[in-house]
């Protein structure tokens, strides 16, 4: 009943929150440069004015800025995101073809991430004093510090130019015709790269934390007390240091795992993932205001909906935190 109580209270807001993200959108892309029918018109060949005007009132940009805006939102309420201007496709037919590749990618570098950056965090605060601490550190540092299409293209360049021994770009082998677990097992082939490259980064900011925070931890005293019971030095680290030293390391997970969806942006690019990352580049580069809006209404509920999960797990890893908190 708490939960519940909990899921209803963050999706009332998160309402509120994205009926104020889809005004703040709808006006920021108001302001970008471009006008799309001109631009169509321009691809079409056709010049004259009469052409232009047919295409302004097919998308209803001859429309007064209020008048728009309800459009808009009254569609949005609906989740009719109006169409794509350059494809002619329902925004959210778009969306949700590209939808799941995102979420595979995110998903799978979000777990890589935390799970390597929580391992080699503990590893690096056991070994605070040694030389492979030192180096897990060092290790972290770089990958936090190196832009990550630089990363993405020298893996491109190491593992499929010179090893050839994975895809450098797409979801699945062109014309290969895979069924069943092939296609899986081909599907894990394309998502290697892709998956670790945006999981580096974030794994250095969890190795880091997770390091920092076993480290106050071990100065507790509740520690100190196990210590002093003779409990084994693994046992401590593990269910009195590390179990302490989760809690800022998720509410750190939950806020990371909404900003992987822009992260996707660049690496779904530069593997060409079908992804709506990818998705978002092309729109950009077209001027596709219509399916822009719509990726980012649902790149925002993706964000909104991560929130809210951590807030469960927080309460679940920390019982002690009350409802109101």
């Known amino acids: 009943m708490l939960y519940a109580r909990l899921i209803l209270s963050r999706l009332a807001k998160a309402v509120i929150v994205l009926f104020l993200i889809v005004i703040f ?3 920021l892309i108001q302001m970008a440069p471009g006008d799309p029918a001109a631009i169509l018109a ?3 060949g056709a010049t004259d004015a009469e052409f232009l005007r047919q295409l302004t009132e097919r998308f209803g940009l001859d429309q007064p800025l209020h008048v728009q805006l309800w459009r808009y939102v009254s569609g949005v309420a609906m989740l009719d995101f109006g169409f794509s201007y350059r494809q002619q496709v329902p925004v959210l037919d778009l969306i949700l073809a590209r939808l799941p590749a995102t979420l595979l990618l995110t998903g799978t570098a979000f777990v890589l991430s935390l799970v390597m950056g ?3 965090g503990s590893l690096a605060a056991a070994r605070v004093k040694k030389p492979s601490g030192s180096i897990i550190m060092a290790l972290a540092l770089i990958f936090y510090a190196t832009p990550l299409f630089w990363v993405a293209l020298m893996s491109v360049v190491l593992f499929s130019v010179y090893l050839d021994l994975l895809p450098a770009y797409g979801m699945v082998t062109v014309g290969a015709g895979h069924t069943g677990l092939a296609m899986v097992l081909d599907v894990g082939k394309h998502l290697v790269l892709p998956a670790t490259t ?3 980064f ?3 900011i969890y190795t880091r934390m997770t390091r920092a925070s076993m480290l106050e931890a071990s100065q507790q005293d509740f520690v100190k007390t196990a210590r002093a019971k003779g409990l084994a030095p693994r046992i401590i680290q593990r ?3 590390l179990r302490n ?3 800022p390391i998720i509410t750190l997970a939950g806020l990371q795992a909404g900003q992987m969806v822009g992260g996707a942006i660049l690496t779904e690019t530069v593997f060409a993932w079908p992804g709506i990352g990818r998705l978002m580049y092309e729109a950009l580069m077209q001027c596709d205001y219509n399916l822009l809006l719509g990726i980012f209404f649902f790149s925002a509920a993706l ?3 991560f929130n809210i999960f951590t807030d469960l797990v927080y309460r679940l890893a920390d019982p002690r935190i009350k409802e109101g908190s």
């Open 202 to 204: 974030f794994m250095a």
């Open 118 to 120: 929580i391992v080699a």
């Open 245 to 247: 030293a989760l809690l």
């Open 25 to 27: 959108n709808f006006f």
């Open 198 to 200: 945006l999981a580096l």
């Open 239 to 241: 269910r009195h240091i």
């Open 303 to 305: 964000v909104i909906v």
């Open 42 to 44: 321009g691809e079409a």
